[in-house]
């Protein structure tokens, strides 16, 4: 056994050779880095090289399974399509003949949810809005050959195949259209194996979208890369994402690697051995005499630790608890989380005051979260992007501190507009999700955060979900990578190559110091605008006025530069570009849901019996103009996210919001933009050669008021549109409650809603007369006043 005297001198020795203790570290810490790698390479890279071949397997698999499945209805409806009774219904004339023939196609093919027989003039698809039925069946009328398409009818997702009927001729007297729903081609794939074992997604791409998935199976944990596979059928593609339990059911055996560390324990603990012994030989003389002492060969001897046999762990001491460092429990391994305001999550976006409701550390939770939802949506970048605020700057660099500590990627793109990074969630291959550091138009003390995920703007309960996961304080994961892309130069381009080129229009432009002036000046004198800036310089304090331009009083500046410069047009954005409001050349203002009445008029054009979405606060006109226009008219909740989810989700071509939001699906991505739909106005009066006062001349005149807002508290707004909800007093009117209460009148319309960015309610009315507006008025006055005698307007 070793002696106290021993271990103590060795200790001493040992302590007066820092270089022997940072060989004995280095070797300890080189044998843990050996042990990760031998590891990673035996078990981790195994591991998930076994599963990528099963994912790749299943995949194959499936794109067999599906192809097969589709080749079988394709060849069975092919073959249906030949039967001569079908052609005798559709050149029959005879409705009841039509349909039967119809009856006996869902008969014949079990599969069937519907079956037309379309001639040409036959609207029955359009009135019944099934606008992807007869797109199919118009080119099979031409002559074209389809494949087979998914649509989204009613919410549900469909098969349609569309085959000509031809008479002994070869000449096409009718198309026969069938609809398939996707079930039983998703019982064909949960058939082909186990779906816990990993997603599999049917997508559909379009020349404007990069794909829309219309089936989804399987278990969504997505624990490895995607597997993309191409179908027969052109433009679509199959999706396998291998799950946690496909990498489980990968695992390999441990055997191989526990001979491997047991090996690498036992050669690391001989070479601490050689390091000590090696050490206190050749060194002992130094530890004993002081400098310049001789060495005498009787002093070996005599040496406690030569020939001693100690073992080299009796040498080194065991290394005592450090003093004064706290011990951390389970109990406090998590860190109280600070309070997260909930008056933030609002219903379209994150807003609230810089540096009260919202500070650096719920920027970086918030960043955590939003990396632990891309991720689990396959996504391993974040695309980011703020404004000119103040407050800016420093609540990004938090959110990005956050999602990299989250273990996602970083594409920064500094200080842009909104519209530009969504641009670049349709433009860079490596993410499609984004997050935009803004409060838009709200005053310089606020600030805020609008997220897009796969195209789909995060709104209601999706943001309110995020207080509760911010309060989870998710863990550490190995920080992602960082890196800044300028798209500047690309979304001009893009631009410039879809609009027909202005012919010399001097527009002058109103960004309101916010953060698009720069970019709006660059892309409007590219197209052949000669530009006149007002207030483009980026200053967060907002010096001029408030960056809205939805409150006339903004807009003053603008309509009087527009005069004294004998301009043909004004365009003013708001604080991140996304919206845009007109100021014709006689310095009248056009309102966004107007601007609507010109884009419609252009755009159902192309797209005759597309849906035009417009919010609750637009007017009127656009109903029947749109109808005559032959588009379908489609009123929805007021918010930037909710528009732009509604648009994608019907595929509208247009849409837009009284305040300012335009959105393109037209020869654009869909996203609202002020940008692009300032050029497409200047694009309408390039051609139409006409100016903003005439082309509105065209409409009927109506009386409408701007957005009124009447301030309370976030506490109570709601309260109060819930109580006037509960009020008779409308029951002559066409109510409407999709977001909050608008009230149609024969000759006048009013509307009352809590706003989703502001302490206020906003209220709107528009009439036939300056009477009957007056009168809508009063009447909302009252009852705003009966349920509070403070409120007024």
């Known amino acids: 056994m070793t002696s106290p005297h021993n271990s103590a001198n060795a200790i001493q020795k040992l302590k007066q050779h820092p270089l022997a203790l940072a060989l004995l570290v280095l070797l300890v810490l080189g044998a843990t880095f050996a042990a990760y790698l031998l ?19 299943y995949a194959a698999k499936q794109l067999a399974l599906t192809n097969k499945y589709l080749l079988d209805q394709q060849q069975q409806l092919e073959a249906l399509s030949g039967k001569a009774v079908f052609l005798d219904a559709v050149t029959s004339d005879n409705p009841e003949q039509l349909a039967t023939a119809e009856k006996l196609m869902q008969e014949w093919v079990s599969q069937l949810i519907g079956g037309f027989l379309i001639t040409a003039g036959d609207d029955r698809l359009i009135s019944q809005h099934h606008f992807a039925g007869q797109l199919l069946t118009e080119k099979v009328l031409a002559g074209e050959q389809v494949d087979p398409t998914a649509a989204l009818i009613d919410g549900q997702w469909q098969l349609l195949f569309s085959y000509p009927l031809k008479n002994e001729q070869g000449e096409t007297r009718g198309a026969m259209l069938a609809i398939l729903s996707t079930e039983e081609l998703a019982k064909q794939l949960n058939s082909g194996l186990n779906p816990t074992l990993g997603a599999t997604e049917l997508i559909q791409t379009t020349p404007r979208s990069k794909g ?51 090996a690498l324990v036992i050669i690391t603990l001989l070479l601490l051995y050689l390091t000590v012994r090696i050490t206190l030989h050749f060194h002992r003389e130094k530890l004993l005499k002081p400098r310049g002492t001789e060495i005498n060969a009787d002093e070996h001897a005599t040496d406690p630790v030569n020939d001693s046999g100690e073992s080299f762990l009796e040498v080194i001491p065991s290394r ?7 011990v951390v429990t389970e109990d406090n391994a998590v860190q109280t989380t600070t309070d997260i305001p909930s008056v933030v999550f609002r219903d379209y976006d994150i807003r609230g005051i810089a540096g009260q409701q919202l500070s650096d550390d719920f920027a970086a939770r918030l960043g955590k979260v939003l990396a632990a939802r891309a991720l689990a949506l396959g996504e391993h970048s974040l695309i980011i992007g703020r404004d ?10 938090a959110l990005q501190q956050g999602i990299l500590s989250g273990g996602c990627n970083i594409i920064d793109l500094g200080l842009v507009p909104t519209p530009l990074l969504n641009f670049a969630t349709h433009q860079l291959q490596q993410s499609d999700c984004g997050v935009m550091v803004t409060a838009s138009h709200n005053p310089s003390e606020y600030n805020g955060f609008k997220i897009f995920f796969q195209h789909h703007a995060l709104c209601g309960d999706e943001i309110k979900s995020l207080r509760d996961e911010m309060s989870d304080n998710p863990p550490e994961k190995t920080s992602g990578q960082y890196s800044e892309q300028d798209l500047s130069g690309d979304y ?6 879809d609009i027909v080129p202005a012919q010399g229009l001097r527009v002058v432009l109103d960004a309101g110091n916010g953060v698009a ?95 035009v979405v417009f919010d609750i606060k637009s007017t009127r006109r656009l109903n029947s103009l749109i109808s005559s226009y032959g588009g379908r008219p489609v009123m929805w909740k007021t918010g930037h996210s909710h528009m732009y989810n509604k648009i994608i989700e019907s595929k509208a071509p247009l849409g837009g919001e009284y305040s300012g939001h335009i959105f393109f699906h037209d020869r654009w991505h869909g996203f609202d933009d002020g940008l692009y739909a300032a050029a497409r106005l200047i694009e309408i009066i390039s051609i139409r050669e006409q100016g903003l006062d005439d082309i509105m001349a065209s409409f009927e005149t109506r009386f409408a008021t701007p957005e009124i807002r009447v301030p309370v508290s976030e506490e109570t707004k709601f309260g109060i549109v819930d109580k006037l909800l509960e009020n008779t007093a409308f029951q002559d009117g066409k109510v409407s409650t999709i977001d909050g209460l608008r009230v149609d009148f024969p000759k006048a319309w009013g509307l009352v809603r809590a706003s989703n960015t502001s302490p206020a309610l906003t209220l709107r009315f528009e009439a036939e007369s300056s009477e009957a507006l007056e009168k809508i008025q009063s009447l909302f006055r009252q009852q705003l006043r009966s349920i509070d005698a403070n409120l007024t307007f």
């Not at 591991?47 to 397997?57: Q, W």
């Not at 624990?223 to 994402?241: E, F, G, M």
């Not at 000119?388 to 660099?397: I, K, V």
């Not at 970019?519 to 006149?532: K, S």
Request: hydrophobic content about 40%.
């Open 492 to 497: 001009i381009q893009a631009i410039v190559g």
């Open 388 to 397: 000119g605020r103040l407050s800016s700057d420093s609540l990004c660099a």
């Open 39 to 57: 590891y990673h390479q035996l078990i981790d890279n195994s591991k998930h090289e076994k599963a990528s071949e099963f994912a790749n397997e």
């Open 320 to 326: 005592p608890a450090p003093q004064n460092t706290p």
């Open 517 to 611: 002036g720069d970019l709006a000046v660059r892309l409007l004198e590219a197209i052949g605008c000669d530009v006149q800036p007002l207030y483009c310089e980026v200053d967060g304090n907002f010096p001029n006025h408030a960056p809205d331009p939805s409150v006339p009083a903004n807009l003053e500046d603008l309509a009087l530069c527009v005069r004294e410069q004998q301009a043909d047009l004004g365009i003013a954005l708001d604080g991140d570009g996304d919206r845009i409001v007109a100021v014709s050349a006689s310095g009248r203002i056009v309102w966004p849901d107007e601007l609507l009445m010109i884009f419609a008029r252009d755009v159902v054009s192309r797209h005759p019996g597309a849906d």
């Open 212 to 262: 829309k998935s219309f089936l989804t199976l399987g278990n969504k944990s997505h624990a490895l890369d995607a597997i993309n596979l191409k179908l027969k059928t052109p433009n679509w593609q199959l999706r396998y994402t291998g799950s946690n339990g496909l990498l489980q059911r990968a695992q390999p055996s441990y055997t191989l690697f526990a001979l491997f560390l047991g």
